[in-house]
């Protein structure tokens, strides 16, 4: 039986699960690459940021070839362009599908071009990049696939939410255990009604619980860093060089907000994931919390040419919508111009 028929909800989520242990593997060893790399750099006397900007996918990814199609998209074939790329836009089951719409309003919006010469490695570090090249490509790929298959299972989970009574935004508010239960017994679990409210997810040796209330305010407050309020300038790691960028901050914690975004506007998230690659393309420089050589932010944003700064840990916390700044993504430097 295919996954891809959306006809097996419980084997689908286990697939899900062994692809998340694979990407997540691929994280930790982005981070001990990242070290490695740094510490020849050091050696060698070479920004950091002239290696990683050279990382790349060894092959395309699905989103690569989708701006590849996407170029060359003509009105006679959008239809059929939209069928096979209307998983675009949506990541497992948050945001919203690829209309024909989008499609030729992304069209207005041409890819920039990096103008400087070809990007060549430097010997010492060609071996790392390959490896950081191949990690790059399956790191996407894999959570571009999943996302690509998970968009053929909306219809039945949005049916098991219709025979319960519950909204699309109060179905996905369940983990997949708790999907399943719904979809075999009915039941819902006992603080589902609070989750309207705000809720989190702790995963604790295996066993997931979700948490409202006091006690997501409690985990929340654990997690929580204290940042300095009077904080004007802050920094992160280059993902994709650029020049100095000036623009107006727009916070996009989900991609549902993406609509917010105007041309030039500097896109802040905590992460970026496949559903942002519009806001992405209009963004005139991209800032994260998170992220490693090998990240979406940082694989994305050289894919386009746009500034990238990620890792910053409190971009999110820092910064707040419409706040202009500069962006120096030849130094990884965040500055705070006018709040």
């Not at 950091?48 to 170029?71: A, C, D």
């Not at 675009?88 to 690829?98: A, E, R, S």
């Not at 209309?99 to 570090?125: C, H, M, R, W």
């Not at 942002?276 to 393309?281: C, E, L, P, R, V």
């Given at each position: 039986?295919?996954?891809?028929?959306?006809?097996?909800?419980?084997k689908?989520?286990?697939?899900?699960?062994?692809?998340?242990?694979?990407?997540?593997?691929?994280?930790?060893?982005?981070i001990?690459?990242?070290?490695?790399?740094e510490?020849?750099?050091?050696?060698?006397?070479?920004?950091l940021?002239?290696?990683?900007?050279k990382i790349?996918?060894?092959?395309?990814?699905?989103?690569?070839?989708?701006?590849?199609?996407?170029?060359?998209?003509?009105?006679?074939?959008?239809?059929?362009?939209?069928?096979?790329?209307?998983?675009?836009?949506?990541?497992?089951?948050?945001?919203?599908?690829l209309?024909?719409?989008?499609?030729?309003n992304?069209?207005?919006?041409?890819?920039?071009?990096d103008k400087?010469?070809?990007?060549?490695?430097?010997a010492?570090?060609?071996?790392?990049?390959?490896?950081?090249?191949?990690?790059?490509?399956?790191?996407?790929?894999?959570?571009?696939?999943?996302?690509r298959?998970?968009?053929?299972?909306?219809?039945p989970?949005?049916?098991?939410?219709?025979?319960?009574?519950?909204?699309?935004d109060?179905?996905i508010s369940?983990?997949?255990?708790?999907?399943?239960?719904?979809?075999?017994?009915?039941r819902?679990?006992?603080?589902f009604?609070e989750r309207?409210?705000?809720?989190g997810?702790?995963?604790?040796a295996?066993?997931?619980e979700?948490v409202?209330g006091?006690?997501?305010?409690?985990?929340?407050?654990e997690?929580?860093q204290?940042?300095?309020?009077?904080?004007?300038?802050?920094?992160?790691?280059?993902a994709?060089?650029?020049?100095?960028?000036?623009?107006?901050?727009?916070?996009i914690?989900?991609?549902?907000?993406?609509?917010?975004?105007n041309?030039?506007?500097?896109?802040?998230?905590?992460?970026?994931?496949?559903?942002?690659?519009?806001?992405?393309?209009?963004?005139?420089?991209?800032?994260?919390?998170?992220?490693?050589?090998?990240?979406?932010?940082?694989?994305?944003s050289?894919?386009?040419?746009?500034p990238c700064?990620?890792?910053?840990?409190?971009?999110?916390?820092?910064?707040k919508?419409?706040?202009?700044?500069?962006?120096?993504?030849?130094?990884?430097?965040?500055?705070?111009?006018?709040?």
């Amino acid at each position: 039986m295919s996954l891809e028929n959306g006809d097996d909800l419980e084997k689908f989520f286990r697939a899900v699960v062994e692809a998340a242990n694979c990407s997540m593997a691929i994280e930790f060893l982005d981070i001990g690459l990242e070290k490695y790399i740094e510490k020849i750099c050091k050696n060698k006397n070479i920004e950091l940021s002239e290696v990683l900007n050279k990382i790349k996918p060894h092959k395309k990814t699905l989103l690569m070839q989708y701006q590849e199609e996407l170029r060359t998209l003509k009105n006679k074939n959008t239809i059929d362009f939209v069928k096979k790329w209307e998983w675009v836009g949506t990541h497992f089951f948050m945001g919203q599908p690829l209309t024909e719409d989008k499609a030729i309003n992304e069209l207005k919006y041409k890819q920039k071009k990096d103008k400087g010469k070809e990007s060549i490695v430097p010997a010492d570090f060609k071996i790392a990049a390959n490896i950081g090249a191949k990690m790059a490509f399956y790191r996407s790929y894999i959570v571009e696939q999943v996302d690509r298959v998970a968009y053929n299972y909306w219809p039945p989970i949005r049916k098991i939410g219709e025979e319960n009574g519950l909204s699309w935004d109060e179905v996905i508010s369940l983990n997949h255990y708790e999907l399943l239960v719904l979809k075999d017994k009915k039941r819902l679990p006992d603080n589902f009604k609070e989750r309207k409210n705000g809720f989190g997810t702790i995963n604790s040796a295996g066993l997931i619980e979700v948490v409202t209330g006091e006690k997501l305010k409690i985990a929340l407050n654990e997690c929580q860093q204290e940042i300095d309020s009077g904080i004007t300038e802050f920094k992160g790691m280059v993902a994709c060089k650029g020049k100095k960028i000036k623009g107006v901050v727009k916070i996009i914690e989900e991609s549902k907000n993406i609509s917010k975004m105007n041309k030039g506007d500097i896109l802040v998230a905590n992460e970026t994931t496949p559903d942002y690659i519009i806001g992405m393309k209009i963004a005139g420089a991209i800032i994260t919390n998170q992220g490693g050589i090998t990240s979406h932010a940082a694989i994305v944003s050289r894919e386009l040419n746009i500034p990238c700064i990620i890792g910053t840990k409190i971009a999110t916390k820092v910064l707040k919508d419409g706040d202009l700044v500069e962006v120096d993504a030849n130094k990884g430097v965040v500055r705070i111009i006018k709040k």
